[in-house]
């Protein structure tokens, strides 16, 4: 099974939404979540990054600055 079938069934099924560009689009949210970060409150909302094939050089950058920010927490 591919990427594009994978993530189909994901949205058919509702454990998922379309891929969004947060720089662009923004994270989707709901009306409860977005009542909440008016408020001053701090939703947990998971995102998961998606690469192409073509953008190995993005995923390992990327993934350098996410293991050094785990690091730093702990």
């Known amino acids: 099974?591919?990427?594009?079938?994978w993530l189909a069934i994901g949205i058919d099924h509702k454990w998922c939404?379309?891929?969004?560009?947060y720089?662009?689009?923004g994270l989707p949210t709901s009306d409860k979540e977005e009542?909440?970060?008016?408020q001053g409150g701090d939703p947990c909302i998971y995102?998961?990054?998606?690469?192409?094939d073509e953008q190995t050089e993005e995923y390992e950058q990327a993934y350098a600055r996410m293991k050094r920010t785990?690091?730093?927490r702990m």
């Open 1 to 5: 099974m591919g990427f594009d079938e």
């Open 17 to 21: 939404l379309y891929p969004t560009c």
């Open 23 to 25: 720089i662009h689009d």
């Open 35 to 38: 009542e909440e970060l008016d």
């Open 47 to 52: 995102a998961v990054r998606v690469f192409t």
């Open 70 to 72: 785990l690091l730093h």
